[in-house]
């Protein structure tokens, strides 16, 4: 509407070069200069005066004053002369405001492109799910048709759904009958359907494929992973960097500058040329092209594109700080088990020693009886190990968590029953009696790189009862990511609780720089520390922490960037920076690639908004540049910031 109204007005302007010398008369262009001055440009009168009453200036109010100033010359011109029709300047106020609403027209559009990722996250979510009857039994088919279809909102934890093939999985739950091909892309970046099978966990929004399934709901609306993946990106995009903060300051300080110079200007051309109305124009120019549209945007549309697109591909940027550190990284620390290896191990080596004349399997069911109810992963090698070997575990009559130690219990039955036992890493044996016994047995498959427990009678004195090795398998990608992090020139770190031959062994198998091992859960954020002032004379090195679980929680939180697998816990995801969707430890070099792309894009956006009006502001001043010209370049400056935030978008992970 405002174009249509300021076309007349600028036809003029396009006739001249034709010989052309026609122009509307002084009233027909008041006419149509007052609606766009005063109706569809009252948004720029509302915001500058709220800005002048919060005591700082902004775009809003020198958009305000620039045009009034043109309109009142104008008015004036017209007034004071009858044929004054060839020295008005309406036609200069309206196209400024209609550039203006071109460029946050832009900037809208801009900021519906970026966030793309979370309207396609949004889509995910089908409205319907399939409730199973409550007294439904599944089975043979039968159950096909026993479902009630009730909105989303209207299910619950542990209600059973049914999902046929092609349909989105509405919850996240655990599959109790079926198996399928699950198209997870849009949720973990992961590009191939994954198979399913009973007990698998899936995840709410992602694709059911050939097979038919039920799903027992175990999170279901805000507590689901899809809600928590929108919930983060929204916050990231929402939130200021700290570099955005000193653009604010500078903004506060650039506008009330602005104006100053504007008046300077017009005072300057007034006292040399003896002409008000050059004066006032010249002025005029000198607001409109500082306006710090450009300035603004530089940053916002840098971050809501690299965000949108990071979330693409399984990359989950929380805190928008993260793009200001990860830029600066020197070194990548990673927790071991269900970071670099699979975190599923299984018993590879069961010794009983010889102090003990029990058989191996009642040594067996003791160990794993200790075991019962605990989620640790070696917990359930140990339980799978027993029930494989025809060991029934013990339950025991108590049990107590030793945290970074292991566990102990008082078996139920047995030939140990009501006595304590221990389950414990060699790390928390070292001032055990038998310790240097230990440490010569178990030495074989600590350089196979197993990890050993240590079946131990608590009771005084100590005694070993069986050494127990742990294999976990390396992700097939660990070698390739500390590769890329190598090629990144960022050193590598592992941290583990095993012991350090067994450690290391791992480590140089993927090429990692430097190990850590028998690490206590408490110390991990203390050599976090410690890398961090490990640079040469204690210079400040940028450490990044990987890891997945609740052990890993203060690492990821003393870390300058935080990177939890969502393969992991939520109290790690909690502490992290950054999540990484899928358990694939390539990721945590794509996502210091986008990161540092990103910050590349805001450094980028910054230098062209201060050049533009470092350049634009003199040429003003002197006249070069009318108030619509003005107008046209501060749109066109806007327009080249949020085009190259969006060329973000064109980002792809290196090993997707």
């Given at each position: ?614 350049t634009g502001i003199p040429l003003a001043a002197l006249g070069y540049l009318s108030p619509m010209l003005a107008g046209s370049a501060m749109a066109l400056s806007s327009f080249c910031v949020l085009s190259n935030a969006l060329l973000l978008k064109r980002w792809r992970p290196t090993h997707h």
């Amino acid at each position: 509407l405002s174009f249509a109204l300021s076309a007349p007005l600028m036809l003029p302007m396009f006739l001249m070069p034709f010989g052309i010398h026609w122009s509307l008369s002084a009233k027909w262009q008041l006419l149509l200069a007052t609606p766009v001055q005063f109706i569809l440009g009252w948004r720029f009168y509302k915001a500058g005066f709220k800005s002048l009453l919060a005591g700082a200036g902004n775009m809003d109010l020198l958009v305000a004053l620039g045009t009034s100033a043109a309109y009142g010359l104008s008015l004036y011109q017209m007034f004071a002369s009858a044929h004054a029709s060839h020295e008005l300047y309406f036609e200069g106020s309206a196209v400024i405001i209609c550039m203006v609403l071109l460029g946050k027209w832009l900037e809208a559009r801009a900021k519906q492109q970026t966030s793309e990722a979370i309207r396609a996250l949004q889509k995910l979510w089908p409205e319907n799910a399939k409730v199973l009857n409550t007294n439904t039994v599944i089975g043979a088919d039968a159950f096909l048709d026993q479902y009630r279809e009730v909105p989303l909102e209207q299910v619950f934890p542990n209600d059973r759904i049914l999902v046929l093939p092609g349909e989105r999985i509405p919850v996240d739950g655990t599959i109790i009958f079926g198996s399928s091909h699950i198209d997870e892309s849009l949720l973990t970046g992961e590009s191939e359907p994954v198979k399913k099978q009973l007990e698998a966990r899936v995840i709410g929004g992602s694709l059911n494929g050939e097979g038919v399934l039920i799903i027992h709901a175990q999170a279901v609306g805000v507590e689901s992973v899809l809600s928590k993946i929108i919930t983060l990106v929204e916050d990231a995009q929402t939130q200021k960097a700290p570099i955005q903060k000193l653009v604010d300051r500078v903004s506060a300080i650039f506008v009330p500058s602005v104006i100053a110079i504007a008046a300077l200007t017009g005072i300057a051309n007034w006292f040399f040329l003896d002409s008000v109305s050059i004066a006032i124009l010249r002025s005029v120019s000198v607001l409109v092209i500082a306006c710090p549209c450009a300035l603004g945007l530089a940053t916002p549309a840098a971050i809501m594109a690299g965000t949108g697109v990071a979330a693409r591909y399984g990359i989950l940027i929380k805190d928008p700080q993260v793009l200001e550190l990860a830029h600066r990284l020197n070194i990548v620390a990673f927790d071991k088990t269900g970071t670099l290896t699979i975190g599923k191990p299984r018993v590879l080596s069961f010794i009983p020693l010889t102090n003990t004349n029990e058989d191996a399997n009642t040594l067996l069911a003791t160990a794993a009886g200790l075991q019962m109810g605990s989620e640790h992963p070696l917990a359930k090698a140990l339980i799978d190990a027993a029930k494989l070997a025809g060991a029934i575990p013990i339950p025991p009559t108590q049990s107590e968590a030793l945290p970074g130690v292991g566990i102990s219990g008082v078996p139920s039955s047995g030939p140990w029953a009501n006595q304590k036992l221990s389950l414990q890493s060699i790390a928390s044996l070292v001032n055990n009696s038998h310790y240097s016994e230990i440490l010569y047995k178990s030495q074989r498959y600590l350089s196979q790189g197993q990890t050993v427990s240590v079946l131990v009678h608590s009771e005084t004195p100590s005694t070993p009862l069986a050494i127990i090795g742990f294999g976990d398998e390396l992700k097939s990608s660990a070698k390739a990511a500390i590769s890329a992090l190598h090629q990144l020139h960022i050193r590598t770190v592992m941290l583990s609780g095993d012991n350090i031959a067994a450690a290391k062994r791992v480590g140089q198998s993927i090429g990692i720089d430097e190990v850590f091992g028998q690490v206590l859960p408490s110390n991990k954020a203390d050599i976090i520390r410690q890398l961090q002032s490990s640079g040469q004379d204690q210079a400040r090195q940028y450490v990044a922490m990987v890891g997945d679980g609740v052990n890993d929680a203060p690492a990821l939180a003393s870390a300058d960037v935080g990177m939890a697998m969502s393969t992991g816990t939520d109290v790690a995801m909690q502490a992290a920076g950054i999540t990484l969707m899928r358990g694939d430890p390539s990721l945590v070099a794509d996502a210091i690639d986008i990161s540092k792309k990103t910050w590349g894009k805001i450094g980028q956006n910054l230098f062209w908004a201060f050049a533009f009006n470092a350049t634009g502001i003199p040429l003003a001043a002197l006249g070069y540049l009318s108030p619509m010209l003005a107008g046209s370049a501060m749109a066109l400056s806007s327009f080249c910031v949020l085009s190259n935030a969006l060329l973000l978008k064109r980002w792809r992970p290196t090993h997707h």
